[in-house]
C-alpha cells in the first residue's frame, strides 16, 4: 500500500533527502515538488533528478506575479520541457494576501494557463480568497486543460468542479477540527478525481499539527479523507494513488 503525496515544497525542508527517505519509510513512494518561481523551479527539477520518485514542477505563484514578464516566461517554459516536469503551477489567484496587485495576478494566471497549454501539461492551481474570480477564469481560458485545485479550498464550488472534471487536492487541514466542510467537500468528490497531498512545510496535519509538515504525513490527510468517506486506508492509496499517476503521466513505479 503506497500514498502520493501530490504537492509539496522540498526546498523548503530542512534536509529535503531525509523527508524524502522518511516519506518512503511511511510509504509514500512518490512525491510532486512544487516550484513557485523560477529558482524554486530549478530547484523542484533539480530534486527530481536527485531522488526516485521525485517529479517536478514550474511555475510563478501569484504572491509574485508582478514579477512576470517575457523572459521569466521563457525560462519557465524552458524549465518545463525537463522530463522530469509533470505539470505547470502553482499559480493562481490569491486575495488573502495580496502580495501582488490583482490586475497582475490575472495576467500571470492566464499567461500560465497558456503556457500549460502549449507544453501540453496539467495545471496546478492555487485559490484563497478568490474563488468565484478563479473558476470563472478557468472556465474562460482553461476549458480545454487538466486542472488540479491544490489544497482545495472550495467546498461551495465542489460540485461545478466534479461537472468540469477538475481533480480536488485535500491537504492537511481537512483533518482540523473545524474544517467540516472540507471533509463534506471530501465525501462528495469524484473518485475518479480525488488527491491527496501535504503543501508541507505548511498545514502539518492532526496529530502533528504546530511542526514542519513533512510528505510522510500525507498518510494522516489520507486516513481523513478516509473517514469522511467511509473507506479503509486500503482503499484511499489505490483510488488517490491511480489518480495522481493519471493526472501527471506517471508510471506504476512512480
Not at 35 to 45: N, T
Not at 70 to 84: C, I, K, M, S, W
Not at 237 to 246: F, I, K, L, M
Amino acid at each position: 500500500m503506497t500514498l502520493i503525496d501530490s504537492h509539496c515544497h522540498l526546498e523548503m525542508l530542512d534536509d529535503a533527502g531525509w523527508a524524502v527517505e522518511q516519506a518512503r519509510a511511511a510509504g509514500v513512494k512518490t512525491i510532486v515538488s512544487i516550484g513557485i518561481d523560477v529558482a524554486s523551479s530549478r530547484l523542484a527539477i533539480g530534486f527530481a533528478e536527485l531522488f526516485e520518485g521525485v517529479y517536478a514542477t514550474v511555475a510563478l505563484h501569484p504572491h509574485d506575479a508582478g514579477s512576470l514578464d517575457d523572459t521569466l516566461l521563457g525560462e519557465l517554459e524552458e524549465l518545463a520541457a525537463h522530463p522530469r516536469v509533470v505539470a505547470i503551477g502553482e499559480c493562481g489567484l490569491d486575495f488573502y494576501r495580496d502580495l501582488s496587485p490583482r490586475d497582475a495576478q490575472r495576467r500571470a494566471f492566464s499567461a500560465q494557463i497558456e503556457l500549460a497549454r502549449r507544453v501540453g501539461l496539467p495545471l496546478v492551481v492555487h485559490v484563497r480568497e478568490a474563488g468565484e474570480e478563479a473558476m470563472a477564469q478557468l472556465a474562460d481560458e482553461a476549458s480545454d486543460l487538466t486542472v488540479v485545485m491544490h489544497c482545495f479550498s472550495l467546498p461551495q464550488h465542489v460540485d461545478e468542479c466534479n461537472a468540469r472534471g477538475y481533480y480536488a487536492s485535500f491537504a492537511g487541514n481537512v483533518t482540523y477540527k473545524n474544517a467540516g466542510d472540507l471533509r463534506a467537500a471530501a465525501a462528495r468528490v469524484r473518485e475518479d478525481r480525488l488527491l491527496v497531498e501535504t503543501d508541507a512545510p505548511f498545514l502539518s496535519p492532526v496529530p502533528n499539527r504546530g511542526a514542519s509538515n513533512v510528505p510522510a504525513w500525507v498518510v494522516h490527510t489520507a486516513a481523513a479523507i478516509g473517514d469522511a468517506r467511509g473507506w479503509d486506508a486500503a482503499r484511499v492509496a489505490a483510488v488517490t494513488t491511480a489518480n495522481a499517476r493519471r493526472v501527471f503521466g506517471l508510471t506504476a513505479s512512480g
